[in-house]
């Protein structure tokens, strides 16, 4: 088992918390004195750097949202001047304007060695190859990765992503031995694999690093067996810094939080509370590191769990679950709380069930109503009237007893539901407010 940073990765909690003290005391400061959305906030809430007497303080200092990032578009929220900014990211910018941010060249560095950590941690090593298939631009999911293996030693394929095809005929010729991109992505890759009658042993990979949408634990075998691989999950935000906020190590049980660079908070998504250690919340983030643009207790909106024991590996850094959906794209059906994983984990375990589903949210009269579309193999999907509906009723049947509400099943053949080279739509949403 390796560790990129052992003196860092696997410190001891109160000296940690020490460091952790320090810099946040100055990142308070610097967010006071020259960001004026901040230096605005802290005044309404009757609180300044001083107030900062121990970590658990940081709960009296007022949240960011990705409103505030909007309303102070593009440069607002920066800390330096502009000639202090080397780099300039943003987000996808699919709800109104995108939110920009920056990064000075030790922020880059920083950004490049938690990159490191999480790759590190998932086994990657200087001997391997990278093929990153994340598009190149303005997210920050590519840039943070590729830097991050080279920092390594690994060799980088910066291939981008669409082209299905051509990524797979790289893959064999090249012998890329680790895959970045989105786990729908990967299932896509498995896809065409099928379609080219070709088998995982026509490539060399080895182990995936998979982000950027939420994904289930049946998601990660499906992926595992098909592309035969260690598949580990990792956790950034654009907001905060990219990738490398957080990665699973190779024993896969949560993603470590790299605690000397953010400090993680759960709460209520309802009354804002700050929540006990080992409950279910939403991930509230603080940079401590941050020198253009840094975040005092970002709302990520994403629904996890923190966990403070040591890992298997050595490392003392707090470990995240896998989000289980986020407290902005929750689902609302007929009163009741459904996030798509839910569906997900369920479809996942049902043989016959391909791993691509869409949801449809509409209305019959003043009545939410969800179909649940799934693909199936041929065998079911051809198969007589009667198997299948008793096939629906099953599947029908499970999910009731999982989210708690009805939901239709419509069965739809091979390769009908749209793939996506990045971030699966799962969502069709036909309800009018």
């Known amino acids: 088992m390796r560790i990129w940073d052992p003196d860092r990765e696997c410190m001891a909690r109160d000296k940690l918390e020490t460091l952790q003290f320090e810099n ?22 009757g609180v300044s750097a001083k107030d900062l007497q121990h970590l658990s303080d940081l709960s009296r200092f007022p949240f960011t949202t990705k409103e505030d990032l909007r309303l102070n578009y593009p440069y607002g929220m920066f800390a330096v001047p502009l000639r202090e900014v080397v780099r300039i990211h943003s987000s996808s910018g699919t709800t109104g304007k995108p939110t920009v941010v920056g990064y000075t060249r030790n922020d880059l560095n920083n950004w490049t060695e938690l990159v490191a950590r999480m790759m590190t941690a998932a086994g990657v090593t200087a001997d391997d190859i990278v093929h990153i298939a994340f598009g190149y631009g303005l997210f920050t999911g590519a840039f943070g990765l590729h830097y991050g293996a080279e920092r390594i030693g690994a060799s980088v394929i910066p291939i981008s ?77 654009s907001e905060v810094m990219g990738p490398g906020v957080a990665g699973e190590c190779e024993y ?8 000397d660079h953010f400090i993680p908070e759960i709460i209520d998504p309802e009354t804002c509370e700050v929540l006990p250690p080992g409950s279910m919340g939403e991930l509230v983030l603080t940079t401590l590191t941050k020198e253009a643009f840094p975040m005092i207790r970002y709302r990520t909106r994403d629904i996890t769990r923190l966990h403070y024991d040591t890992c298997w590996c050595g490392r003392t850094l707090v470990r995240m679950e896998k989000t289980c959906g986020r407290s902005d794209d929750m689902l609302i059906v007929k009163g009741v709380n459904v996030f798509p994983t839910q569906i997900e984990e369920v479809l996942f375990q049902v043989e016959g069930c391909e791993p691509h589903y869409q949801l449809v949210l509409d209305r019959d009269g003043h009545m939410d109503t969800l179909e649940v579309q799934v693909e199936v193999n041929e065998t079911i999907f051809f198969d007589e009237m009667k198997k299948q509906r008793e096939f629906v009723s099953m599947v029908e049947k499970r999910l009731a007893a999982t989210l708690g509400l009805r939901a239709r099943v419509k069965l739809v053949e091979p390769s009908s539901i749209p793939r996506h080279e990045g971030k699966a739509k799962r969502v069709i949403d036909r309800r009018k407010p």
């Open 24 to 45: 946040l005391r100055t990142t308070l400061e610097r967010a006071y004195r020259n960001v004026p959305c901040y230096q605005k906030k802290f005044l309404e809430a």
């Open 252 to 259: 896969k049980c949560g993603m470590h939080i790299f605690e």
């Open 161 to 237: 992503s669409g082209n299905t095809e051509k990524q797979i005929m790289i893959m064999q010729d090249y012998q890329s031995s680790a895959l970045v991109c989105t786990p729908s992505y990967a299932l896509t890759i498995a896809d065409h694999l099928d379609r080219m009658g070709l088998g995982a042993d026509s490539l060399k990979l080895r182990v995936g690093l998979f982000g950027a949408e939420p994904w289930s634990e049946e998601m990660r075998r499906e992926i595992e067996t098909r592309l035969g691989i260690l598949a580990t999950d990792n956790f950034g935000l």
